[in-house]
């Protein structure tokens, strides 16, 4: 059987502290910012993403939505998507054409919409599609969402990147179908001015890049859930078939390397079940402290999609 996947391709997180407690820590709310490669076999002239909050309204003349190419138009509808009696909220860009790429592994510019908001207080992505005139095409994406947590543990603090499909990939497609990660490897008190906002493109983070940064003695081996947790092999696949965090532990950071000017990395490449759909960087600084800075987290994703077939 042969079906269109839509694929959206996740390529910088960039967050804010939004949630502290002494047993958890803070936990950092992104900014996102995605390149889609319209994989529904027709033309598309919009984008929407589905986030929990009835309220959510972030502003562009705030900085707070990128407008980014080819798309010219962004707007904002509050609508009751689950059906539940609670409003939901719909963000849609929108104004221009983009065709099936004509190359999957190398789309031309206008077959690429790349797009972004600050996601603080959305609530949880419900759900992520192309569209045509508002009418959805292909089903929905299993977009990658990611939490960063530092959980403070007195001087030293631990850092966890906690990885989410959301739920409509799962519901939309048949029963046991999974999505998930795999490649997956970590990086931990890099220096900022080594990695920062103008990295966050395929060319500054390659495998060349990654080579580098595993030299010089950045990289650590990535746990499942804490210190204690299963190593995480290069080789195996996390996949799930419902929504849910997956919580990968990088390590402890001394109190020398607590603050925005160290960053900790995930890279890991996307399942959509079982097939390799792309890649993703996620980076944030190493700060257990909101009070003192304002930016809080920054990452990259990018995927290099291809059309599942079966």
Request: proline share 8%; with cysteine.
């Amino acid at each position: 059987m042969k079906r269109n996947l839509v694929v959206g391709i996740l390529v910088c997180f960039v967050g804010m502290a939004s949630v502290t407690s002494p047993a958890w820590g803070v936990i950092h709310d992104p900014w996102l910012n995605w390149d889609f490669w319209n994989f529904t076999g027709n033309v598309a002239n919009d984008f929407h993403i589905v986030v929990e909050s009835g309220t959510f309204n972030p502003d562009p003349l705030k900085g707070e939505v990128l407008i980014g190419a080819p798309f010219p138009n962004f707007s904002v509808s509050h609508v009751n998507y689950h059906g539940d009696g609670d409003l939901d909220t719909i963000l849609a860009w929108s104004g221009f054409n983009v065709n099936p790429p004509l190359n999957p592994l190398a789309p031309l510019p206008g077959e690429v919409a790349h797009i972004g908001a600050y996601m603080k207080d959305s609530g949880k992505i419900l759900a992520a599609y192309w569209t045509s005139n508002g009418v959805q095409q292909g089903l929905p994406l299993a977009i990658s969402y990611e939490l960063t947590e530092i959980r403070p543990m007195n001087s030293p603090a631990e850092v966890h990147m906690q990885l989410k499909m959301p739920q409509s990939f799962f519901d939309s497609h048949p029963s046991g179908e999974e999505a998930g990660w795999t490649n997956i490897r970590t990086f931990m008190s890099i220096p900022a001015s080594r990695l920062g906002l103008a990295d966050l493109n395929r060319e500054d983070l390659d495998a060349a890049a990654l080579q580098a940064l595993h030299d010089d003695g950045y990289e650590v081996q990535p746990r499942r859930g804490g210190p204690t947790g299963a190593v995480i092999l290069p080789s195996e696949s996390i996949l799930m078939n419902v929504e849910s965090f997956f919580d990968v532990y990088l390590g402890i950071i001394e109190e020398e390397y607590q603050g925005p000017q160290y960053e900790s990395l995930l890279v890991a490449t996307a399942l959509d079940p079982g097939v390799p759909i792309g890649m993703f960087w996620n980076l944030n600084p190493q700060s257990p402290e909101p009070a003192t800075i304002a930016l809080l987290g920054f990452g990259v994703m990018g995927l290099l999609a291809r059309r599942r077939r079966k």
